[in-house]
């Protein structure tokens, strides 16, 4: 590669970086969809995280089971889904 091809190449890159790097300062914070724990992948991702709308359980640390009147944010430990928000 020319050397003002990788100059040019490294200019955006760092534009593109600066670019997220301020709509993240200038974000409020985060929002989740919300969905009943049926609705889950049913392959989860460790450190998947999601609203769930029917836990049975509010505890933080407590496993996550659906059809209850809870809503909860749960993370996927790779294991089960658990409680880190109510």
Known sequence: MRGDA???????????????ANDLTNAVGLQFGSL?????????????????TDSTVNTWGSTVAGGGSFTVLAWYNGTAWKVIGA
Do not use: D, E, S
């Open 36 to 52: 009943a724990f049926a609705k889950l992948p049913a392959t989860p991702q460790v450190g998947m995280v999601f609203c769930i």
């Open 6 to 20: 990788l100059v040019q190449n490294q200019r955006l890159l760092t534009q593109a970086v600066m670019a997220i």
